[in-house]
């Protein structure tokens, strides 16, 4: 997990955007991401997106979870 944090206008947005295309094109990893808003209200809401999108995606078959908890990504 990595938690970017910064003033506004100073890039987050992008840097963590650039990391997620390389990480998924490049190395094959599963990219999960969450928002964090003040409008939002709760503490944990970066975290409730990215567990509800894991769950659909374990639920739904396009993630697999191994017997040593590594996710695989089922691709047709």
Excluded at 28 to 38: F, N, Q
């Amino acid at each position: 997990m990595v938690v970017i944090a910064g003033e506004a206008g100073i890039g987050k947005s992008r840097i963590v955007a650039e990391t997620a295309i390389i990480l998924s094109e490049r190395e094959e990893a599963v990219v999960l991401h969450g928002d964090c808003v003040s409008a939002m209200g709760a503490l944990y809401q970066p975290f409730v997106q990215p567990v509800a999108a894991l769950a659909a995606a374990i639920e739904s078959g396009q993630l697999s979870a191994g017997r040593d908890g590594d996710l695989g990504v089922d691709v047709p």
